[in-house]
């Protein structure tokens, strides 16, 4: 893993504006981290589809903060399963609103479509790049996001979507609760 993208970045973004202490986190593997996390983690797939398929459900986006800065959108946000509400991914992304068409800025921007919907609906070409994945402490605002209780051991990684020239279109930390 690169040193340009601490294993916890975004997540660390959201935590340094609250001060709030990074939860407790360890660097995996492909080959560490355990089923049935290994096959919606480590591959060069989108999360999105990835989750709907495995939970049989489809997902909507639950945005717990935000900001801007430029043409970055920073956002903590839950994926949750909309038949039942539960939340399937706790995750802190960083979006570059200028590699998307006007149109699928503005639907990233109104917050209620998960990325990986919105760049199938728009035809939006990208190759997801995960970088490294993790194991993580949950701590309350995990928690608080997820529904859990107590600390417990979540599985993670962090991504990159690319455009075909490299470019970044979003940087993510996908943490998926314990199934």
């Known amino acids: 893993m690169s040193e340009a993208f ?6 660390d973004r ?18 560490e981290v355990p089923q049935p ?5 480590c591959g060069e797939h989108d999360m999105t589809p990835t989750l709907e398929a495995f939970h ?18 920073w956002r903590l946000v839950a994926l949750e399963l909309v038949d039942s509400g ?14 998307f068409p006007k149109e699928a800025a503005e639907v ?10 919105i760049l199938a609906i728009h035809h939006i070409y990208h190759e997801s790049r995960p970088y490294g994945f993790v194991s993580v ?11 859990l209780q107590g600390t417990q051991t979540l599985y993670g990684r962090r991504n990159v979507l690319k455009t075909l020239d490299g470019s970044a279109i979003a940087d993510i930390l996908e943490i998926l609760p314990q199934e």
Not at 37 to 41: E, I, K, V
Not at 56 to 61: A, E, G, M, S
Not at 63 to 72: F, H, K
Not at 137 to 147: E, M, R
């Open 86 to 99: 539960r939340p399937v991914e706790f995750g802190a992304i960083v979006i570059h609103l200028s590699l």
């Open 6 to 11: 601490p294993p916890l970045f975004p997540l």
């Open 56 to 73: 049989k459900d489809r997902i909507h986006l639950r945005v717990l903060e935000r900001w801007q800065e430029g043409e970055a959108l």
């Open 37 to 41: 996390y290994r096959q919606l983690l």
């Open 108 to 117: 990233v921007l109104e917050g209620h479509c998960p990325l990986g919907s």
């Open 137 to 147: 402490q949950s701590d309350s605002v995990i928690n608080n996001a997820l529904g």
């Open 14 to 31: 959201f935590y340094a504006r609250h001060e709030i202490a990074l939860p407790e986190a360890r660097l995996l593997t492909a080959n």
